[in-house]
């Protein structure tokens, strides 16, 4: 079945810094993309989102870039906030198989 | 209305009652989705309704049974559960299950403890 590595499981970064999450996927039929932010105690939220036929795709301070030829896609998020410290989550597919998240911290 | 709400928000039972998990949506979506999350994990996905027949099932224990009485609405049935079954319950839904549709929206999720 579908399998998704996700790297860092935690990262901690200055606040205005630049932070970068990365995952692979195994299954080339994949075509959808989603990236998921979760703060404690509080449900997964769409950050954003990337389909197969597209390379990179931006929202203010958030960007995901896809290489399907690697099998794998990043999150960037920029000019980095407190209010960005949570679990990120990316998945692979229809059916959100996640990766099993990155922790990140942003101190002030 | 652009939210996915959760009923209740926390439940504890023991191993031998039965309880129910209700989920409802009035975004017109017409796949909706169980999953289970431990702490520290990410995300399970157990159930997929489409168009309010199931068509994915995780291989998930007998223990769980959904229903989906209409478009809006998503139920999880609660029997004989162990208390490895305990975790937070996620409800999403989405357009619909295939492209170009996949945007899923969680509801707040029920915490559930079986002692």
């Known amino acids: 079945g579908e399998n998704v590595e996700q790297h860092p499981s935690t990262l901690s970064v200055q606040e205005g810094d630049s932070a970068v999450i990365k995952c692979t996927y195994s299954d080339s039929a994949s075509n959808y993309f989603p990236w998921y932010k979760q703060e404690l105690g509080k449900r997964p939220q769409l950050i954003i989102d990337i389909r197969s036929n597209v390379g990179e795709k931006k929202d203010q301070r958030i960007a995901v870039t896809l290489n399907k030829t690697a099998k794998h896609f990043s999150l960037h998020i920029t000019e980095t906030q407190p209010e960005d410290s949570a679990v990120y989550f990316c998945a692979a597919s229809f059916k959100l198989i996640f990766g099993a998240g990155t922790r990140l911290a942003v101190h002030p | 209305d652009t939210e996915v709400t959760q009923t209740p928000k926390h439940l504890v039972m023991g191993m031998t009652n039965k309880k129910s998990l209700k989920c409802e949506q009035h975004m017109g979506h017409r796949a909706m989705y169980w999953y289970k999350q431990k702490a520290k994990k990410p995300p399970e996905l157990m159930f997929v309704?489409?168009?309010?027949?199931?068509?994915i099932n995780e291989s998930v224990p007998s223990r769980f049974s959904p229903e989906c009485p209409n478009s809006s609405l998503l139920n999880l049935h609660l029997h004989a559960l162990q208390p490895e079954d305990s975790a937070l319950y996620l409800c999403?839904?989405?357009?619909?299950?295939?492209?170009?549709?996949?945007?899923?929206?969680f509801g707040p999720g029920t915490r559930l403890t079986v002692t």
């Open positions: 309704y489409s168009y309010e027949k199931l068509s």
């Open positions: 999403a839904s989405s357009q619909g299950p295939r492209r170009p549709h996949y945007e899923q929206y």
